[in-house]
């Protein structure tokens, strides 16, 4: 069976017996300083660390794009000793989201 890129595809225990997928892992790195103004963790990112930078006080994150996939994992890493809010991750800490129909935090 042949299988067109772009596609979804359902696999049940009663109808899959073995998948081979053939093709590259997509992983993008993102590292980019806190500022006051806030951080936008663009699309397609799966590791992300976030310097100091001029953060003088809790900084807004969120997430760009609008095309992850379920089950897409994002590790944040915030270096600098300011807290961000909407997407909250502690200063000096780290956070694991995967995406279901929204970005979930589980770590």
Known sequence: MSLESGRDIL???DT?????????????FQQTAAVNGGVVI?????????TQGSVSQPFPLSFGGASPVQGQ???????SNKDSTGIVVGGNSGALFVYT??????L
């Not at 663009?42 to 976030?50: S, W």
């Not at 129909?101 to 589980?106: H, K, L, N, P, S």
């Open 101 to 106: 129909t929204t970005w979930v935090q589980v």
């Open 11 to 13: 696999l049940t225990p």
């Open 16 to 28: 899959a017996k073995s998948i081979k997928l053939v093709g590259n892992v997509v992983s993008a």
């Open 42 to 50: 663009a699309d397609g990112v799966t590791t992300c660390v976030i």
């Open 73 to 79: 994992l994002l590790f944040v890493r915030n270096d």
